[in-house]
Every structure is written in C-alpha cells, then in structure tokens.
C-alpha cells in the first residue's frame, strides 16, 4: 500500500522554498552520486570537498552500497519489516524500500528528511508494493520527539515489533554530545531486537584528508564532527553489535552475509590499492 507524505505531497515543488542559495547536504550527497537535483551553492561546496577527499564519489557510493547490504541483512537474514530511515535523501534507486520489499514485500518504511527538495520529489520514495507500506515525513533528526509522535510513523509503524533505524552517513552533521541523546530518545520506544544501522565519518583513517572534507562543510555552513571509534561505537553501548562490529564502511561483509566460500574454489585476487576509508559503519540489535 502506498501512503502520502505526512502533509502533503505534491508532484512539483511549487510553494515549496528550496533555498538554491544555500548548500545542503542532501543536495551535495546527491551531486556526488550523479543526480542532477543540486544547485550551484551546492556543486561549490562539493567541488571543495572533493579536493580534500577525491575519493569522495567512491565514499558516497560505498555508503549506498552498505545500506543495500544491511536492508537486505535484516529483511531476508533477520525477519525485521519495519524500517525508519532518517536523513533519507533525494531519491535515488535502489531506495530503501526496494531493497527492504525486495526481499520482505510486506515490509514497511518511513523516510524522514528536513530538507524542501526531498519534499518536492517525495512521490518516488512512495512507489512500494501492494503488500507493504511506504511513508514519508518532513522532520529534522534533531526533534526526535516529533519523528516519533507524527502520525505517519505512528500509522504506518508497530512499535510493539522491531523496527530498524537507520542513519546512513547522517550523524556527523550534528556535532557535539546532543546527538548521543537523540539517538537513544529515537531508540527508546523501539522494541526489543529492533536495529540501529548507521554510517559515520571518521579521521581514523586518513586525519588530512578527512578534516579537509570537515572545514569544507563548514565553510558552506554546514557544520560537522567527524568521529573516531570510541565516538561512534557509543551510539551501540546498549545494542549487541552484529559482526565485525564497528569497521570501515567497505569492510562491513562487503559480499553480503552469506555461508563461507568453499576454500576448494579459487578466489579472484586482486592487487588494487583502496582509497583510504572515509567512515565507520556499524549495525547492533537492541536487547
């Protein structure tokens, strides 16, 4: 089943105040993985970004690419159904929901994001299956109290059942301990063996590169706290991680979750050097 955005939603962005002038993360995000839905302001910040860190395509990229093999992880491989998904985006496929009702089409899904132009294209993250449910909701991560009580995840979510959160590369616009809070305010009323998926930006691999990436966000006017380990493994201090625990976002079961190979058949090996990693990537249960 198909829901409407939690106000509204309309085909175009009429009456809706982009704000083109000033760069976004979403929009920059967006830019990065080849869409065409930013503006200048935002290609300037990129254009910054990506001298402190040319990998930076590849980065966004390995992103999506993790949310592709924890969604699948836990609609196929753990039964999970219901999936929140903060700071979803633009729309750009596979979105959440068609990984998640690919493999469950009775799942269901709640995307949240503050920015206007993700409102404006919110009907493509509303064509989910017959079986399942899909809904979108114009909030901010940082008034978790309202995500919580808006009437679209309330409608469309049981929270008497589990529910994966997910924050893919989304926590370190909101620097200082505030987000700890919020996160565990968004964990709160989820129930036991419900998820927490997310992806963060750390100086742990390559200090330079990454703290060059941070002043060019801030810069822009948008500000950000690339964390290190013991910063992000503090969103699980109440969760179980699942294996290998806090990693790399490429090295987080970068073929998927499944048996070990034969060890009687040859392994492509490859020589390529990696750019250095960008983030950490982590996915714990709720007890």
């Known amino acids: 089943m198909v829901e409407a955005k939690e106000a509204g939603v309309s085909d175009s962005s009429g009456g809706v105040d982009l704000r083109q002038d000033v760069a976004h993360s979403a929009r920059i995000y967006d830019h990065f993985l080849g869409g065409k839905d930013n503006y200048a302001a935002d290609r300037a910040a ?19 690419e993790f949310m592709v093999r ?15 998904d903060i700071g979803t985006g633009i729309p750009t496929e596979p979105n959440l929901h068609q990984v998640a ?27 989910g299956t017959a079986e399942g449910r899909t809904h979108y909701v114009e909030a901010d991560v940082t008034a978790p109290e309202r995500i919580l009580s808006a009437a679209g995840v309330r409608e469309t979510l049981d929270f008497d059942q589990p529910i994966a959160l997910s924050l893919i590369a989304l926590c370190h616009f909101v620097p200082g301990d505030r987000i700890y809070d919020i996160i565990d305010t968004l964990l709160a009323p989820l129930a036991s063996g ?15 590169m990454v703290e060059g990436a941070v002043q060019a966000y801030t810069r822009s ?30 090295d987080w079961h970068p073929n998927g979750i499944e048996p070990e190979p034969d060890p009687q058949v040859p392994r492509l090996q490859t ?14 249960r709720k007890r």
């Open 221 to 250: 006017g948008i500000a950000m706290e690339a964390r290190g380990y013991d910063g992000v493994a503090r969103f699980f201090r109440n969760l179980d991680l699942l294996a290998p625990g806090v990693v790399a976002i490429e």
């Open 70 to 84: 924890a969604v699948r992880h836990l609609a196929a491989g753990e039964g999970v159904r219901q999936f929140l």
């Open 271 to 284: 020589n390529a050097t990696k750019p250095p990693a960008a983030g950490y990537a982590a996915v714990g």
């Open 46 to 64: 990129a254009e910054k970004i990506e001298q402190a860190i040319p990998s930076v395509r590849a980065v966004a990229r390995g992103n999506r």
């Open 194 to 208: 419900s998820y927490l998926v997310m992806t963060h930006l750390t100086k742990d691999f390559d200090e330079q």
């Open 101 to 127: 009702q690919d493999s469950a089409p009775d799942a269901r899904v709640v995307y949240v994001d503050n920015d206007p132009i993700v409102l404006a294209h919110a009907r493509a993250l509303l064509t």
